[in-house]
């Protein structure tokens, strides 16, 4: 009896520790999924800006003195500008198609980001402290990280407002026009371009505030943005590439499944189901739970 | 040598006609200057190990090219064939002394069979879930094989056993003997590439990858062409793999099922031009050469990670400036054969 009990409060411990990672999985991916729904394009430069908002938020706490958290706003200011040149450099050419040339267009982005943090920063992991990292909160039987806490509600707040700038304002419906049909949008007096690389700039600054939430209690070094990638890439596919809401879902739901596989089976592996699952839901339902329909 | 153009015309020649477009001499004289560098005076083991480096790696991207170049498919993880290979051929030595003859056969059926049931899974899909299938079925491999330590040597990778220059064990103290092997390959790899662009199923590839729809139309099977493509490319790469794994002796995760690597595996065909058979051997040797130049340059101001970047610069300037690649550069409308 008492066994059972203790591997159902394991269970628990695993999927609310699995809600708060996945939220930031959620916020991590939110961006990546827009640019996909509005532009097509497949950011695999996307980690890496993760990253650099990883080492913004390193510099802010080392370098500064400054609480990690304080900076979200400069990071995401920062890291919207990166994207922007990013997208008027190579992404503009690829607006539309998801092609071979974009896919490696992308690598080719994220190595040479990849490669400058590298020069910048080094090649060792750093890491950021905020006033909660390392702190735990003890809640009857179960504890939780109160760096994940607090990331977890910077993703859930950062989520919601993009889907409220999507939904509410007139650059959100002009979004949403462009990503519904380019031409028609331009007929109707859209400027295409002025809204592909403010939402990329959207996309790409969500991805640096990620990155500075997460250096809270996860370590950085140049390489980050190639491991996060996957995760990035299936919270997006499993929760619908181009749907915001369902991208963040999907991050909660590949948190669960990470948390419980590493605490109840074995946290070497804890991301092989994941892969598995990535590879079930291309051959059975491409567009997610709630992607845009395939083409 | 630049791919002769496919048309009507030419599918009612003979395919030895198509292929043998130039006198013979001009095939052969590339092949025999290779094989007589080491008889050179000046030519030391650092020259030669650096040929044979490039020569692995063009081999392993004209073997990325047939489904990438020709058949349209982003194959973001052929790492995972080379790691099969590799590791299939390195166990079966080292734990049971099979020679890497017969291991490497295991490897590529092993190999064939992955590709199976990922092609099966994804080709049916727009062509971006198969390119992520690819990076998550590498990177499960990545993780899988630092758990399994027993079998793999874990994170630290697998070392194979020395036996001294055999060719049953197919080592070799000296690099020489890979030098000719990886030519053997390289000669190889171009000729199936040729006769693919030559032939029918070529044809049929090149038609999905411009058109899926189109293809269809016109009777072309569209996913079994793919299928079909990619297992083609999965054996090359796992073949290839042992001459990988036999000259470097050994074999780790990274190395194997790596991002990276799986870069290197696609910058030869790229920076060379797409589609092409001569493209891969153009930028495999391009690619080794930029890399021993930035291998010097990282050591010399001591800052790692040069080559890295480089790539990732050719990458960029390729696709955007030249997405012909190389070849498309030196001859205006070469390389008919090239992805669009």
Redesign the interface.
Known sequence: MAGTEAVALLALQAILSGILVGGVYGILSVGLSLAFGVMRIVNFAHGELVMYGMYAGVVASKNLSIEPLLILPVSFALMALIGAAQYQIVFRHFVGQATLQQLLAAIGCALVLQMIAQLIFGADARTASSNFTGKYVVLGPFFFSQAQIVACIVAVVATLAVSLLLQLTAWGKAVRAVADDLEAAEVVGVNSQAINITAFALSTGLAGLAGTVLVTYFPTSPSVGFSLMPIIIIATTIGGLGSIGGTFLGGIFCGVIQQVTAMMWNSALQDVPLYLLLLLFIALRPTGFFGLRSE | MIDAPLTTRDIARPLRARLLTRPLVFYLSPIAIIALIPLLPFVNNYIIAAMVRALIFIALGQAWNIV?GIG?Q?S?GHGVFLGLGCYTTGILFNKFGVPPWIGGFAGTLISLAVALV?GS??LR?????F???T???S??LV??S??FVDLTGGADGLALKFVGTSLWAMQSRSPTPFLYAGLAFVVAYYWTTRWLLASRFGLEMRAVRDDEVAAAAAGVAAFRTKLTGFLLSAALTSVAAVLYIQYYMAIDPEAAFG??QA?QL?LPA?LGGLGTALGPVIGGALMIFLSEITNWGSTKIG????D??A??????VV??RA?KGLIGLIVRDAARGA?K
Request: charged share 5%.
């Open positions: 990438a349209g982003l973001l990922m899974m994804t899909m727009r062509g971006v879930f390119a992520l299938a990076v998550a079925v990177l499960a993780q899988l630092r758990h991002l990276s870069i696609q790229l800052v790692e990670g040069l890295i970047l790539y990732g610069l050719m990458l960029l696709i955007l997405p992805t």
